[in-house]
Every structure is written in structure tokens, then in C-alpha cells.
């Protein structure tokens, strides 16, 4: 476990960048720093390698003062990536991968081969390796940083704004990515962002801190979204916060009706007993959804999925959240949301009204053990 024990940044010029911070950091698990810019995050972060130097205060690492080991051996164990990647230009994908293994004398084709496994895991085709950085995008270099920072396994990865540089879509792929490296590998991993959502998305800790170098909250991400420390970090949070802690409830009891689901061959007699229904799901003969109608708008036989009301995106039932739920009742024009199984095909309905009264008791269970964290 890294443990940041009241440490304290002051630069020459007299800046306080951190002021008394500890930090418990658990062991293979991502603890995300956020907060403004300014507020003493990469400082932090550059501590733990020591990059920076503490003015004051101890950092030890399972127990071991980082100042009693040589600076080389300590960042041994530790990746660094950073905004922009930070490759070398000159060095092809694959030799970029392979620098680490290469310095710690790992023979030049066993490196390369860690280099190409490794691609892999990062979700880079192999057809990249003889490339150089500046023929790749820039989702694409941020993922050879991460590569090369896991490339001598080190048990901590230091990340510093590393997918900020990126567009929205491309970020959402590579802290997707990032997950799943994290389920497969289970590094301890620190995480500098200034974005709260990328925060309560990607930690299993959340460190908000404030101007100045001061903790304000220290929480898994749920809590944080359901009990800011105060309006600083409530205001930092946002405005939808309710909505977003959504995401941390899983949608497996609601109940789903199929009652008003019928497939696009249905018969008179069984669309006559659905009569008296709002709204219909049709589904095709597989049983996948293909829109909504009013009961009176359908004739038996001569149904056509032109005719039919767009269900938007349905929600996968039991593995997406409240939230993935709600939004799927709200974008309906029933008001219904579609949930579907892992193969596509619906498993039933539920009305909003079924939603919101499971938001409630997912509300008052929460009041005590922390709610099951859902990506
Ligand atoms: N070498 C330095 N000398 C003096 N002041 C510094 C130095 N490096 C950083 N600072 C100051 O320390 C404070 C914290 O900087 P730091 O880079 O840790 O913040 P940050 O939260 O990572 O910011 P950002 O989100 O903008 O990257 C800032 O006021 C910054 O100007």
C-alpha cells in the first residue's frame, strides 16, 4: 500500500503546492486524483516516484520510506504515463514497448515479444509495430504509453491526464481499455485528472482536492456522489450528481414485463387481448425488438417495422444500471424501457413509474453498505 502521511510541497519560490495531504492508497486498485487546475495533483504524483521531493511528511510504500530506497529501484516498480505519451520519436512502436526491458537487460527479441504481447492487451493492431509515433493517432499513442509504462509488469502505474489530449469518443475507448487492463493485470494504479466524470467513472477511490493543496473528500465514487464533504465538492461534482449515482445501481430488480411484448407475426386473437394496452414492443421472429405502436395501429399479417416507433437504445437487463434504464424509459415514446438479453432479444418492459420505485429502495438500501459498483 503507497500511504501518503502529511506531506507538505513547498516550492523555492515559497508555493504551497500540497499542504499536509495523507492519503491511504490501496493496493490493486485505481485511486483517482481530481480536482481544479493548480491544486497540487501532478505534484502529488511526481512525489510518489520522486520526481518532486516532499518538503515535508513520509511516503512509504508497503511500509518502507521511499526516501531509504534509491530512486532508481523505486521507480523501477512504478509506470508513468503522461498526457501526449510522451514516446520517443525516433524509436518504432515496438522499440518504444520495449525500452524498460531493454534498460533492465531483457535480450533484444525477448523484449520485442513482451513489446508485441502487449499491443495486444492495449487494443494497438500489430500491424502498427513499425511504425513511428507520429504516424499514429493520438488515441493510438496514448495506448503505446500505456503499453510501454506496463512493459517491465511494475506493481504501480503513476498516470498523469493521460487520455485528456484525446476527443470524447476516443477517451471513453481507452478508459474502457484501461478497466479492463485493471481486471486482467489488478496494478495498483494512481490517476491525475481534472475531469470528475473520468474520476468517478475510472476510481475505486476518489481524492477531490481543492486549491492549495488541500483534501477535501476522500471517497469511493458512489459516496462522493451521495455525500459530498461540502459545497466545494459538491459544486465540483456538478449539477445531474443524482442522476450520475445512478450508475452505481444495478438494474437487476426491476421487474420486466412481456405482456405487451408480442413478435411481428402475432395472430389477431393475441393482439385482440392487448387491446387495452398504451403501447406494443414488436419484436421480430428472433424476439428482437424492432419499435413500438399503439394496439389499434397493428393488423395481424400485415405488420411492417416502417410502421413502428423507434425504441431507441434498449438497456441490457440486470447488467446495465438504474440510470442505463431510466434514460431508456425517458428517450421511449412509450415511456417504456426495452430491456434486452445478452443476446439482443427482449426480455420485457418496465414503465418508468416501476423505475423510479426502484430508484427509491435502491436510495433507502444504500443508507447503509455501499451501493454495487457498475461501469
Ligand atoms: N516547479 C515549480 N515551482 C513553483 N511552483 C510550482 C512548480 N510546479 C508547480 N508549481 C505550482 O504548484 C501548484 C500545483 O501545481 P501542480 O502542477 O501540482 O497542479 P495540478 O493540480 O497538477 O494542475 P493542472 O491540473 O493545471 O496540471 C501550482 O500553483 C503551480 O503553479
Redesign the pocket.
Known sequence: MIRIDSVT?R???G????DRLSLEIPDRAITVLV????????????MINRM?EPSEGMITIDGVDTRKQPVNTLRRGMGYVIQNAGLFQHRTILDNIATVPRLLGTGKAEARDRARELMGRVGLDAALAKRYPYQLSGGQQQRVGVARALAADPPVLLM??PFSAVDPVVRKGLQDELLRIQDELGKTIVF?T?DIDEAVKLGTMVAV?R?G?KLAQFAPPAELLSRPADAFVEDFLGADRGIRRLSFFPSDGLELTTEAVVAIDAGAEQLAARADLPYLLVTDLDGRPLGWSEPDRLTAGEIEPGQLLSCGRPFAAGRDSLRAALDCAVLSPSGWAVGVDAEGRAAGVVSQQAIAQAIRGAHEESASPQPKVLR
Open positions: 510541497k516550492y523555492p519560490d508555493t504551497v503546492a500540497v480536482g481544479p487546475s493548480g491544486c497540487g495533483k501532478t505534484t502529488t504524483l511526481r518532486v498523469d491526464e491525475v481534472h482536492l486549491t493543496g
